[in-house]
């Protein structure tokens, strides 16, 4: 299955039913398609300048058939940058801690079968001071609105004081990027979504 960009507008329509579309149609993607696509992501978004340019970037590593990031994180390493990762925090759903690693390898299988730092290493986010994070997420639009899983991770990570800096890089397939989203108020907006087919800057 090869998707092409969506040109129905979200405004309005419910987050769940959204989330329960977008999710189904992206389990749908051939092995192929997310290899082939996972690439063209990896490739354009190592080339935006504020990934050039940063010292320190937070990654995260794919579930459920997203966009291959493991390519990019591999990248980020081989460039000589200080790779970080999300792990679920214990006992404390919905938040994350974050810590770095040197190798893939050193991912170790965590909460929800997703791959994590050891939680040895791993601290508070306000910890770190990630020049650029990679954010996961089921859908985003034009206005850099994101829509999450629902469980308010990246909700909440985006929101504190080490994130205010930070240049935020949705990683998506093209059809998962859409005109509108429903979002609220606090939400924060990423500034850049990168799907196979083009890089998108959120206008400031």
């Avoid at 190592?46 to 990654?59: N, T």
């Avoid at 994180?73 to 404390?92: E, N, T, V, Y």
């Avoid at 998962?176 to 998108?200: F, I, K």
């Amino acid at each position: 299955m090869q998707p092409n960009q969506s040109s129905d507008t979200a405004s309005g329509i419910d987050k769940t039913i959204l989330r329960r579309t977008m999710l189904a149609r992206r389990d749908a993607l051939s092995p192929d398609f997310v290899a082939a696509a996972s690439l063209a992501v990896a490739r354009q978004t190592m080339a935006l300048p504020q990934v050039a340019s940063a010292c320190e970037v937070l990654a995260y590593l794919p579930i459920r058939n997203e966009v291959d990031a493991t390519l990019v994180a591999g990248r980020l390493l081989d460039a000589g940058k200080r790779l970080l990762l999300p792990r679920c925090r214990k006992d404390a759903p919905g938040w994350l801690d974050l810590g770095p690693i040197t190798c893939l390898s050193e991912a170790v299988p965590g909460r929800f079968g997703i791959l994590e730092p050891p939680a040895d290493c791993c601290r508070g986010p306000e910890a770190f001071a990630p020049d650029v994070i990679l954010a996961p997420g089921v859908a985003f639009d034009l206005q850099g609105a994101r829509l999450g899983f629902g469980g308010g991770y990246y909700d909440r990570l985006l929101a504190l004081p080490m994130a205010a800096n930070a240049f935020v890089v949705g990683l998506a397939y093209a059809f998962q990027l859409l005109p509108r989203l429903p979002a609220d108020p606090w939400d924060r907006p990423v500034d850049a979504v990168v799907t196979e087919l083009q890089t998108h800057l959120v206008a400031p």
